[in-house]
């Protein structure tokens, strides 16, 4: 047989081996870590809704996941998450976009002031940036600005003190305020405010824009935690709705698609930045649909389960032991899942999916 450049190539580097004839995951070489995650590393977290099960996962593991706005131990988890605490290492809810996350760095660091700050929500008042966290509202316009510098402190607190920063990246679309170009993470009139087209855009982040907005944060970041990590991911989950204008199955495409070429991009060019598969896992053609609910958008247990395995086993968390076969691979997540009721993807605080109240009635079309 003539020299080739795929002869001395690990198993893991072709199909029929690496997928076809995969015993599980965890054990395929799957992700090959860049750096290490061990239970003295601090880590912060940030994303969309996909990224409060690896805030959990890890926590579980023995890791320092901080988080600078505690709630009291009493507080009970469903109502502290309902006000968006114990999600994320500050209270900033779901960050569905990488410009929304520099945005909130440059609020952090270098004192930007979004358009609209707060937002009327009947006759109460909500923060525009963080629309889902005090679900009743606050009484005045004054009681959300004072809250919100009370929770930029906390956040600096938290960027500053990590060893390494996860972000899963969820979202191309957004809507923007048209004089400042301020992001907003939901649209004006879903939870607070109201649209104005005259004063509002929707806007959709090309590759470009979001590698560019995501390298923006890394260096407001490392200008003051300059050893500072980045593990990045890409959520599984679908799009509730597009306001692009194509079908919701095909905006999802574009916008995964997009997220995966800018975490590439972004990882090719620094060493500090590490890419973990989430997406890859439950959406793998050897997973045969299993890790969708009967909604086809929600991920099951099962698949939370088995991407969670997968990040602990890389890192060599909890003495995570590689499986050997893929029904004990399923036995052990759903066993998994029993055991951290709480990352059941119906738990997650995910206002994203609040978006299908305007979709009308459940009709074929």
Known sequence: MARSPYQKLERRAFWKTGVEARASFAASGLFRPRFAIDAQTRVATAGSCFAQHVGRALRAAGVQVIDAEPVPDFVPDAIARDHGYRLFSARHGNIYTAAHLAQLAREVWDGFQPAEGVWPLGPRFVDSQRPSVEPGGHASEAEVVWHRQRHLGCIRKAW?????????????????????????????????????????????????????????????????????????????????????????????????????????????????????????????????????????????????????????????????????????????????????????????????????????PAEAG
């Open 160 to 360: 500053e003190a990590a060893d390494v920063f996860v972000f899963t990246f969820g979202l191309t679309e957004a809507f923007l305020h048209r004089a400042s170009a301020t992001v907003y993470p939901m649209a004006p009139g879903v939870l607070g405010g109201a649209y104005d087209p005259d004063r509002h855009m929707f806007h959709n982040y090309t590759v470009a824009e979001t590698v560019a907005a995501f390298r923006d944060f890394m260096a407001l970041a490392r200008a003051v935690n300059p050893a500072l990590r980045f593990l990045v991911t890409v959520s599984p989950v679908p799009l509730a709705a597009t306001a692009s204008g194509d079908h919701v199955e095909v905006a999802t495409i574009r916008s995964k698609a997009i997220l995966r070429a800018a975490c590439d991009e972004i990882v090719q060019e620094d060493e500090g930045v590490d890419y973990f598969p989430s997406y890859e896992i439950v959406t793998s053609q050897s997973a045969r649909g299993r890790f969708f609910a009967d909604n086809l958008r929600d991920v099951t247990e099962e698949g939370v389960a088995t991407v969670m395995a997968t990040l602990r086993a890389a890192y060599g968390l909890e003495g995570t032991a590689a499986v050997d076969s893929a029904a004990t691979e399923r036995a052990r997540a759903r066993e998994q899942a029993q055991d951290r009721a709480e990352d059941a993807a119906f738990d997650l605080r995910c206002e994203e999916a609040l978006l299908n109240r305007f979709a009308g």
